[in-house]
């Protein structure tokens, strides 16, 4: 609670319920019903809300236009001079920012503080990419004219995020369409919200010190699903981002997509490693602990399949096997604990059933599965994760349970193990393991691996913000973070100049 105090979260609030509403200028509770989220480590309750209604959005929208007019003028460095100074705030209180990651989503310290220096990376990427909103400059086919594109910001942006990277996926979508010219309208997971109040009183506190700035471009709702499908539905938002579960994504983009908005989506995976029998097996067993059971498997990025070729499959699991036996599992702010809670019991009946489903599908359990009450925190969700070997076809290996389950399935040729890597329906992330040059091309060919990430002797797990993030498939089709993901935040003008004192027609139409 001390780190809430220190980032002045403890004020965000009337008596014991915190704000659902705000927007720098303005700051109130929810008019809708009351819910409370709890931590996973031993499921108390950490806060109070009420939910923020449609009919409050209203107003929200209101200051976000306004905001979108003043910001969109103000030159695109001196946005990022706002980017700036929000790294270093983050820089400042890295270690709070943490803790209320581990205290909602239930990491493990080192990987919260990496999700907080993922917010500070892509700012410092950001800042440098304000100076950089490039468009091309195209020859004319028309005497005395020339063309050129433009880059321009889009509008207000709506960034719906879920429980597991509360931080980061926000900081991917907000320091991006800050320096973009859009305000960012956030609204996060009804089990993270403390990590939005988090983030918005940092921003806060470098708008107070920028007047030239409009306070709005920074703001947060708090509220459940039916928010959600508002924001969807609103024209306020010529973007909505979305990340979370599939079914979430495609009820996003339908309404988006019937106003003629445009979505962002980062949606499920269902990821999977290619072992092959060349593979240096130390480097793949470190990777394929850290991708199958880091974040206690509630990541997107997180390994769910394992396709081994036969020769090296039972080597692999019995090695592995041992490593998982030996996994500290426990509470996340504890120093040592690899492995933290679930983030809570619908997480873990989840898993059960999938394990049930597995064995009835012919499945076999190598190791775990089990709940671990004891030495760790009563109340939270801690699991031994589990390793399973089942036929690749099996019906439950191609969805997503979003809990530490790895299956391992077995491959005799590379191009079989291609095909059973994309026969799922998700295509977010993939990684082979291999010392043969010519089965890391092929993976990484037209007729190699269908997902956004194709990685080569690393795992699934763990991107850089540097590259373009996100997968095909069901995994909704966006990019964010690095590269040309910029270009998600901006409407592009096509900008045809006469400097001749005739009037040419393209396509050499003559009209007269
Ligand atoms: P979730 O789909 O339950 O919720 C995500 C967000 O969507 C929440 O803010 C929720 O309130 C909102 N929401 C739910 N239904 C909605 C609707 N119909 N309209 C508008 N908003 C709606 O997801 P979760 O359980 O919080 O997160 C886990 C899922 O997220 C997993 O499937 C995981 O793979 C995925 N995920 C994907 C990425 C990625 O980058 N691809 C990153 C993180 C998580």
Not at 29 to 34: D, E, F, N, T, V
Not at 52 to 75: D, H, M, S, W, Y
Not at 227 to 241: K, N, Q, R, W, Y
Not at 368 to 376: A, F, I, L, P
């Amino acid at each position: 609670q001390t780190c809430l105090e220190t980032l002045g979260v403890n004020k965000l609030k009337e008596g014991d319920t915190y704000y659902s509403v705000m927007t720098g200028n303005t700051m109130s509770l929810g008019q809708g019903s009351a819910f409370s989220a709890h931590s996973p480590i031993d499921g108390k309750v950490l806060s109070n809300f009420l939910n923020a209604t449609p009919e409050q959005l209203g107003e929200v929208n209101a200051e976000l236009k306004a905001a979108f007019k003043a910001l969109r003028t103000i030159p695109a460095p001196r946005r990022g001079e706002l980017v700036r100074r929000i790294g270093e705030e983050a820089r400042k209180y890295k270690h709070e920012l943490a803790q209320v990651i581990a205290l909602e989503a239930g990491k493990i310290m080192p990987e919260a503080l990496g999700e907080v220096q993922e917010w500070i990376d892509v700012c410092d990427f950001a800042v440098g990419q304000s100076r950089m909103l490039h468009g091309l400059s195209i020859v004319s086919e028309r005497p005395g004219h020339r063309m050129m594109e433009q880059w321009q910001p889009l509008g207000p942006v709506a960034v719906i995020t879920a429980f597991n990277f509360p931080m980061a996926v926000w900081s991917w979508n907000a320091m991006l369409g800050l320096i973009c010219g859009d305000p960012i309208l956030l609204k996060p997971s009804e089990k993270a919200p403390l990590c939005a109040l988090a983030m918005y009183q940092i921003a806060q506190n470098v708008l107070a010190d920028m007047p030239d700035m409009p306070k709005a471009s920074v703001s947060v709702m708090i509220g459940d699903r039916d928010l959600g499908e508002a924001i969807a539905a609103s024209d306020t938002f010529p973007l909505v981002s979305a990340t979370g579960s599939t079914a979430m994504g495609r009820a996003v983009a339908q309404t988006v997509a019937a106003r003629l908005g445009r979505s962002l989506l980062e949606l499920g995976g269902n990821n999977a490693m290619i072992v092959s029998d060349t593979a240096d097996l130390d480097l793949a067993l470190r990777a394929i602990v850290f991708s199958a059971a880091g974040t206690a498997g509630q990541r997107c990025t997180t390994l769910r399949r394992l396709i081994c070729h036969d020769d090296i499959v039972d080597g692999l699991v019995s090695r592995l096997a041992k490593s998982y036996s030996s996994l500290p599992i426990g509470n996340p702010l504890a120093e040592g604990t690899l492995v933290g809670p679930l983030i809570d019991a619908g997480s873990y009946q989840r898993m059960q059933t999938a394990l049930e489903s597995a064995k009835r599908q012919g499945g076999e359990i190598v190791c775990g599965g089990e709940r671990v009450t004891e030495g760790v925190p009563q109340g939270g969700y801690y699991v031994k994760p589990a390793i399973v070997r089942i036929s690749h076809d099996a019906p439950i290996v191609h969805e997503e349970t979003f809990a530490p389950i790895l299956y391992v399935l077995t491959y005799t040729d590379f191009a079989d193990a291609i095909e059973i890597q994309n026969e799922v329906p998700q295509g977010l992330s993939s990684a082979v393991f291999t010392e043969s040059m010519r089965e890391a091309e092929f993976f990484m060919s037209p007729a190699g691996s269908d997902c956004g990430i194709a990685n080569v002797n690393i795992g699934t797990s763990g991107a850089e913000i540097g590259g373009a993030f996100g997968g095909e498939k069901d995994t909704g089709g966006g990019r964010e973070s690095g590269s040309d993901a910029w270009r998600n935040y901006m409407r592009r003008t096509t900008n045809t100049v006469n400097y001749g004192g005739d009037l040419p027609l393209a396509q050499g139409i003559v009209f007269e």
